[in-house]
């Protein structure tokens, strides 16, 4: 088993910014892709970001220019940094990993997730 631990959410303006961490810990020796998801109340969970051990990455293109993810593997823990935020973004974002490569798929270890708002 894998847990995900989320931090970094929050309420902030628009244009503003946020950097997501998520620590992952138990059964991680094997773990590849790690990765972000987001879902908005009565909308479906949505991919957001994700990155692969090696380096590879996919994003949604609502979000790409404005999101970097990135990985500390010494560290077990993937990073959302969040620039020009928009009131849109606003959802719960959830943590995401599995042992598999592909990105486009998401993985079998889900975090509880954090909120992040963008309003004025």
């Known amino acids: 088993q894998v847990q995900l631990v989320e931090s970094g959410g929050g309420l902030v303006q628009p244009g503003g910014s946020l950097r997501l961490s998520c620590a992952a810990s138990g059964n991680i020796f094997r773990l590849n892709i790690m990765g972000w998801y987001r879902q908005a109340p009565g909308k479906q969970r949505e991919l957001v970001a994700c990155i692969t051990s090696g380096g590879n990455t996919n994003y949604a293109d609502s979000v790409k220019g404005r999101f970097t993810i990135s990985r500390d593997n010494a560290k077990n823990t993937v990073y959302l940094q969040m620039n020009s935020l928009k009131p849109e973004d606003t959802a719960v974002y959830y943590c995401?990993?599995?042992?598999?490569?592909?990105?486009?798929?998401?993985?079998?270890?889900w975090g509880q997730g954090t909120q992040v708002t963008v309003s004025s």
């Open positions: 995401n990993a599995g042992l598999h490569t592909i990105v486009v798929i998401p993985g079998n270890y």
